[in-house]
């Protein structure tokens, strides 16, 4: 049974079938890496940026589109969403912005976007430019990483708390669906941090919300204080046990796109335990089973049970236990 509002869930909601996610690399670069704000950027990044890198190998939106549709899949989604992952892709230009938006949004059979960004990249000419996009589904990943603004000035984030809150209320000004990300593990936080995070969240309008256990990434800025005993990242324990907190004190209309990192083939230092993430979901359903908790509890008890989850009865055949995972999309 489902113990929490999962992307897959939503997406049987609206779509009535299992949707997949495209990552897309349409060149941008962000304004932590490229000298707007540093160039270092942020500590947790390398230089991949959550990227393919298949731009910069010369592959367009439309090349990079096909050759991931023409994959062997192992059970073939029905849809595909296309995910505009790396780096800050409504950096720049506005009329840039308009021409890569409206050509990815024009890829052949595409059910939505998702588009990655900051909360300082974003002003109202973008955020029109967005929420006039022709796709039937749109969402704007958004990164907060952590909800303390001596964190994020830790890590280089070049922005505030109170940046990502401005950037929430645009966006809901404009209609978009904001799916907000953040981090459990960040220098000088401890776990707990997470739940704390929420709790900023549950006061915005954010409809969606990422959990990712820190990663030390080769390249990375924080790679070299791992290197020298200065990082410990958490345990898989440590993280199973703040995601179970945190979803338990999240709104439970926020749909959760994922519950853990994904990190890209051969750019994982630490911890160990992060590549495998399948062990890691397994871990955060058993915890929530066994707490006998779920999305929202610790905020209303008395709450009529969500859908997605009603205790002691048979789950609807869309939501049987295999049939959602947090993310299908590989983080590229
Ligand atoms: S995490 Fe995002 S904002 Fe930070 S340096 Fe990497 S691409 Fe730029």
Known sequence: MLRYYALSAYFRQ???????????????SCPNRDGTLSAGGCS???????????????AGLRAQWDAWLARPFRRRPRLFLGYLQAYTNTHG????????????????????????????????????????????????????????????????????VADFARAAELCQRHGIKVCAHLVAGLPGEGAGALSEGVAFL????????????????????LAADWRRGALRPLER?????????????????????????????????????????????????????RA???????????????LWFAPGSSPPPSLAPGA??????PRA
């Open 14 to 28: 609206l779509f009535g079938c299992r949707v997949g996610k495209v990552p897309l690399d349409a060149g941008f």
């Open 237 to 289: 324990g440590e993280y199973v046990d703040a995601v179970v907190r945190a979803l338990a004190a999240l709104r439970p209309d926020v749909v959760v796109h994922r519950l853990a990192a994904d990190p890209a083939p051969g750019e994982l230092l630490a911890p160990a335990w992060a590549a495998h993430k399948a062990e890691t979901l397994a871990a955060v359903a058993a915890a929530l089973d």
């Open 292 to 306: 006998d908790l779920w999305q929202g509890k610790a905020l209303d008890q008395d709450a009529p049970v969500p």
């Open 93 to 160: 230009p506005a009329a840039r912005v308009r021409a890569v938006l409206e050509e990815a949004a024009a890829l052949p059979g595409l059910a939505g976007l998702c588009v990655g960004t900051r909360p300082d990249c974003l002003d109202d000419e973008k955020a029109r430019i967005l929420a006039g996009l022709p796709v039937a589904e749109l969402w704007l990943d958004m990164g907060l990483q952590s909800a303390r603004d001596a964190t994020l000035a830790r890590v280089n984030r070049g922005h505030t």
């Open 44 to 58: 947790f990044c390398n230089e991949r940026g959550s990227g393919t890198g298949r731009h910069g190998a010369g």
């Open 202 to 221: 549950n006061a915005l309008p954010v409809a969606g919300i990422k959990l990712h256990n820190l990663l030390v990434c080769r390249g990375a800025p």
């Open 324 to 329: 959602a995972t947090p993310d299908a999309a």
